[in-house]
């Protein structure tokens, strides 16, 4: 937004991250788990680590993509039924391989619900702050995914990153003419979403969630709130501003 003369006035905005804090996406990643780990038990090639040795693949496969892709799961089942059969001295049936793959995809192909409350918070926000979502992922994958959750038109702008670090959250709050320092993410990832954030200059709201990866889990780096429900979000923004932030 312009001032006089033509300078910039920064804004007030609220970054929100999308998987796990406006739709529900873990569960689906740990029901596909659980299917991988029963067919695996019927092939007699588990044991207790055997999830612990997936969530060991899906990381490495993250970290060598450089960000998060829609085939780094599929390809961490795969690689794990590989391994597994190789310990047992088994041969690699490539059916089996291509089902256990096809296993990490189906979690994509779930409908991406709303949390409850989200749809009452973002109408909440819209008339006082610029909405913002920054989401990781594949961005034809998560651009119709948020489509299909309904919550596409409560943005002014979606950001799908590879890698969410201090400086694309930098880029973005100038890209949307926002002052960090009266802006705020929200998000359930302390490595992805509170962490670099709060580099940035972002104030915080870390959204606690049942189901997370422990990938995601970090020591926060600065203060910053914490929210048990989605229904508590805009009361903490709102004592927060009302305090002088």
């Given at each position: 937004m312009n001032g006089r003369g033509g300078s910039i006035v920064f804004g007030s905005g609220v970054l929100f991250d999308f998987d796990d804090t406006l739709?529900?996406?873990?569960?689906?990643?740990?029901?596909?788990?659980?299917?991988?780990?029963?067919?695996?038990?019927?092939?007699?090639?588990?044991?207790?680590?055997?999830?612990?040795?997936?969530?060991?693949?899906?990381?490495?496969?993250?970290?060598?993509?450089?960000?998060?892709?829609?085939?780094?799961?599929?390809?961490?089942?795969?690689?794990?039924?590989?391994?597994?059969?190789?310990?047992?001295?088994?041969?690699?049936?490539?059916?089996?391989?291509?089902?256990?793959?096809?296993?990490?995809?189906?979690?994509?192909?779930?409908?991406?619900?709303?949390?409850?409350g989200a749809r009452d918070l973002l109408r909440g926000l819209a008339g006082r702050f610029a909405l913002v979502l920054v989401t990781r992922g594949d961005p034809r994958l998560q651009t119709r995914r948020l489509e299909a959750s309904g919550l596409a038109g409560w943005f002014a702008g979606v950001h799908v990153l590879m890698v969410k670090d201090e400086a694309a959250y930098r880029t973005i709050a100038l890209e949307h003419a926002l002052s960090p320092a009266a802006s705020w993410m929200v998000g359930n990832s302390m490595r992805a979403d509170i962490n670099p954030a709060l580099r940035a200059g972002f104030r915080c709201i870390y959204v606690c969630r049942p189901h997370t990866w422990d990938y995601d889990d970090e020591e926060p780096v600065g203060g910053h709130l914490e929210a048990r429900a989605l229904n508590e979000v805009a009361r903490l923004i709102d004592g927060s501003n009302g305090q002088g932030g």
């Open positions: 739709v529900e996406t873990t569960i689906y990643f740990d029901r596909a788990k659980d299917s991988f780990a029963r067919l695996m038990k019927d092939l007699d090639l588990a044991d207790a680590d055997l999830l612990n040795v997936v969530n060991q693949y899906d990381i490495a496969e993250v970290e060598a993509c450089g960000g998060f892709h829609k085939e780094c799961f599929p390809r961490a089942l795969g690689a794990a039924y590989r391994e597994y059969a190789r310990r047992r001295r088994r041969p690699v049936d490539a059916g089996v391989a291509r089902a256990v793959e096809e296993m990490g995809r189906e979690v994509f192909r779930h409908r991406p619900d709303p949390l409850p």
